[in-house]
């Protein structure tokens, strides 16, 4: 795993084409231009105009409407469409990738099998999975490489993803879909969280601003000590539980309420659905 707080070094002026300029891709290309990644090294194509024009302009990056365009000489393909639609975007950019470019690709589902042989066999892939936080670059993303990947290109999708955050290589790629459940959708999850603690907050009496500010920066205090004290999340939780009080109040009432095997059936339909991805777009 990369270094907690340490910047990763910046890009250098090798042209980096993402195939789709959407939320995720506009993230990423947040992250990579902000650590110096000069922007006219990253080549945008996206279908939507009002996505490209904002891009160039928020960021000064290239955009094209057709895929071929974005990626033509570029030695780094980032894809960055929608599972449902990557086996056809693949199919038309496909002849071009016999010059061998590093793909990487952040789909949820699809695999390097499939991207390989959709862009023509014996790609060098990275499949990975970043999460929304990388806006913030306060993101996670797990990867993993294919066979076909040298060391090099190991290290330049290492620092493409660093840019938004925490990087960690997961060696069995069959692990990616569990990534995907855990952090990839994982922010949505604390969101759910916050939406209940603020509804209840307001049930309790609180108004509305004051419930979400207390929610919010409970979250994003609980989630610093999660990172920055080293400790396990069940002794931090138990500091905070009094014998008697409040929280054992609230604790058991979750613990009664199935909270854990709830949360592991989430996290099973959410894995089950990568694969599902998968095989349902092959
Ligand atoms: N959102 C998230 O939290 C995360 C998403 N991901 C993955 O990232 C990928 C993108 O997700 P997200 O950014 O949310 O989706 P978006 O829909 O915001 O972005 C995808 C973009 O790709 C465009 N597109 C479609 N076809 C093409 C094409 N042929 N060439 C270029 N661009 C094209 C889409 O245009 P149009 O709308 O017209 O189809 C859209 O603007 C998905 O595979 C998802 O699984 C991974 C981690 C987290
Ligand atoms: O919900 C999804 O399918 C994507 C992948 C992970 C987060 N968003």
Known sequence: MSTPGSQPPALD???IAFIGGGNMARSLIAGLVSRGTPPGSIRVAEPVEALRTALHADYGVATFADASEATAGAPVWVFAVKP????????TVADAAAADPLIVSIAAGITSTQLDRWLGDGRAVVRTMPNTPALLGAGITGLFANPRVDADQR??????LATAGETVWIADEALMDAVTAVSGSGPAYAFLLAEAMQAAGEAQGLPADTARTLAAQTLLGAARMLVESGESAE???KRVTSPGGTTQAAIETFEAGGFRALVADAIEAATRRGRELSAAND
């Open 235 to 237: 002794v931090l939780r």
């Open 84 to 91: 449902q639609v990557m086996r056809t975007v693949c199919k």
């Open 13 to 15: 002026s090798q042209a």
């Open 155 to 160: 290290t330049l999708a290492e620092r493409i």
